[in-house]
C-alpha cells in the first residue's frame, strides 16, 4: 500500500496579524495526486487559533484534535498548551508513533510543535512546515524582509510560489488569519 504525502504549511506573523496557509494536494506514493482540495489549515479555540498540519492525514488530524483539548484546558493560552502536547506526544506510547508536525498560531504568537518535543518560535516572522516548506519558507522570509505586504499576502504567495516548483504541493490554496 502507498503512502499517502504532500503538504505544503506556511506561516507569517506581521503587524499584529498572523496568516497560515496550505496547499490542497494529497498525493499517493510518489508520483499519484490523489486529492486537489484537501484543506490543512483550520481555526480552532472559538476561532482564536489557527492551526495548519503535515504529515500522515489521520495522524494529522489526531494531533489537530488532541491540540485543541490541550488549549481548552489551558484556557487558550497557546505557548502552554503546545508545551503540554509536546510533553504529551514525546511521552504517550500510542502518541509517539503520530506522525505529523503541527503550527499554531494566534494573533500574537506563531509556533511550531513537532514529535521529539520541540516547541519552537522563529525568530523571524516566518514558519513553514511539509514537503515544499523550505520553498514556501524561503518565498515567504525574501517577501517578509523585502516588501511591506500584509501577513495574509505573503503566506499565499509563497504557497503559491512553492506550487510552481514543489510537485507535492498545489495552488489550491486556504488561508486564514487571526
Known amino acids: 500500500m502507498s503512502e499517502f504525502r504532500g503538504t505544503t504549511i506556511v506561516a507569517v ?5 498572523t496568516a497560515v496557509a496550505g496547499d490542497g494536494q494529497v498525493t499517493m ?7 486537489h482540495g484537501a484543506v490543512k489549515v483550520k481555526r480552532i479555540y472559538h476561532g482564536q487559533v489557527v492551526v495548519g498540519f503535515a504529515g500522515s492525514v489521520a495522524d494529522a488530524f489526531t494531533l489537530s484534535e488532541r491540540f485543541e483539548a490541550t488549549l481548552e ?3 487558550g493560552s497557546l505557548e502552554r498548551a503546545a508545551v503540554a502536547l509536546a510533553q504529551e506526544w514525546r511521552s504517550d506510547k500510542a502518541m509517539r508513533k503520530l506522525e505529523a508536525m503541527l503550527i ?3 494573533a500574537q504568537e506563531l509556533l511550531l510543535v513537532s514529535g521529539t518535543g520541540e516547541v519552537i518560535r522563529p525568530d523571524a ?6 514537503s515544499g ?8 522570509t525574501a517577501l517578509y524582509e523585502n516588501t511591506e505586504l500584509p501577513a495574509q499576502e505573503i503566506a499565499y504567495k509563497a504557497i503559491k510560489i512553492a506550487s510552481g516548483i514543489c510537485v507535492y504541493t498545489n495552488d489550491h490554496i486556504t488561508v486564514e488569519e487571526v
Open 29 to 35: 506514493g510518489e508520483s499519484t495526486v490523489f486529492k
Open 13 to 17: 506573523h506581521r503587524d499584529g496579524h
Open 125 to 130: 516572522g516566518v514558519l513553514a512546515i511539509g
Open 73 to 75: 484546558q489551558y484556557s
Open 104 to 106: 499554531a498560531a494566534d
Open 133 to 140: 516548506g523550505s520553498y514556501a519558507y524561503a518565498a515567504a
